[in-house]
């Protein structure tokens, strides 16, 4: 549906984007993730057609519109900061769009009725856009983006405005409107949590160039860069070697533990040794050492979370452990001692014959 193809954006001497390719299918949602600076946002501009490429073509369908000014694209787009006509209310605003493509009356109070319902504002029909919160606003902009049925709906980061409680029934809401009108979607976004709920595919970025796409499980357990292991969630990368017992396993200092690996990592391990990153849900503590001999820790300080508490535990001079309790009742005070046990949970403990 939308094919993006080696787009490059140069600012004099300094690279915004660099030989971005990407396939977005009809139907789907993309989230553009990575930090301030990344180049995310510039891509979704080119792709809208805000910013000229200085290289590269933009597709909708069969259609190039690298050259195609931004309202011929027929792309809907959500700001962050909302937008909104301040003199016109939530069901004039949402209306905007059809009276300037001349839908006719009725077709226009159908689809803006359509809308509200959809986007739960029916109560606010009449309101402006001071009398609303911003969650409200938020969504009066999306129904408005909506309107005209665009094949495309662009995202510029479009909860971060918002408080967190707001944000998560957004979020919801968001993709429940997306499945059911079937809009494909690119959202930008620097919030991990955001874009591993809502997207069917993570692009990460960083320093304007592609760093992994896939879906986010793909990107959070599988991740095929040191910046994605690191940048999507927690994570702490440790040095290992292979077993060399003919097993699955691989070693730390003295510690086998069972771990999936990828292509890259097996052949560095080949070679001699490779790092693997530890995500805090892998990282069980213990009192005392097992017969697997775990390695001994000390505790620098604990956070209660609700749910869990995040324990960091220094194992070395150059390894930080970060542990999450699960049930948030252990608390865990700096300077003790500890044991830590590394699991990989998508490892079946049945192909473990230590677990026999």
Do not use: C
């Amino acid at each position: 549906m939308l094919s993006v193809r080696n787009l490059t954006k140069q600012f004099r001497d300094h690279t915004a984007v660099e030989d971005f390719s990407a396939e977005v299918a009809a139907g789907e949602f993309i989230a553009l993730l990575g930090p301030s600076g990344s180049g995310k946002t510039t891509v979704l501009r080119m792709v809208a057609g805000l910013l000229q490429p200085t290289s590269g073509a933009v597709y909708l369908g069969d259609r190039n519109v690298t050259k195609t000014r931004p309202k011929d694209r027929q792309i809907g787009v959500v700001f962050q900061s909302y937008a909104l006509f301040p003199h016109l209310t939530a069901g004039d605003n949402i209306a905007f769009s059809l009276k300037v493509r001349r839908w006719s009356k009725q077709d226009t109070a159908r689809r803006v009725d359509e809308l509200l319902e959809i986007t739960q504002l029916s109560h606010r029909k009449d309101y402006y856009p001071e009398q609303m919160s911003g969650g409200e606003r938020q969504r009066v902009a999306l129904a408005r983006a909506l309107a005209f049925n665009p094949p495309l709906l662009l995202l510029d980061e479009p909860l971060s405005a918002l408080d967190a409680k707001v944000r998560i029934s957004l979020r919801e809401m968001l993709k429940d409107v997306q499945r059911r009108l079937h809009v494909t979607a690119v959202m930008v976004t620097h919030d991990q949590e955001e874009a591993l709920s809502l997207a069917d595919r993570v692009i990460v970025m960083q320093s304007g160039q592609i760093e992994q796409i896939g879906t986010p499980e793909e990107v959070y357990h599988s991740p095929q860069t040191a910046f994605v292991s690191t940048f999507v969630g927690v994570a702490t990368p440790i040095p290992v070697t292979a077993a060399g017992d003919g097993s699955h396993d691989v070693r730390w200092g003295d510690y086998a533990f069972p771990w999936l690996l990828t292509i890259a990592q097996k052949r560095e391990l080949a070679d001699g040794g490779t790092h693997i990153y530890i995500r805090p849900e892998a990282v069980k503590l213990l009192s005392a050492p097992t017969a697997r001999h775990e390695p001994k820790g000390e505790v620098l300080f604990s956070m209660f979370l609700g749910n869990a508490v995040r324990v960091r535990v220094r194992m070395s001079d150059e390894i930080v452990l970060t542990a999450d309790v699960m049930g948030g009742k252990a608390m865990y005070r700096p300077g003790q001692s500890v044991f830590v046990q590394l699991r990989d949970d998508r490892v079946d403990p049945k192909d473990d014959p230590r677990d026999r």
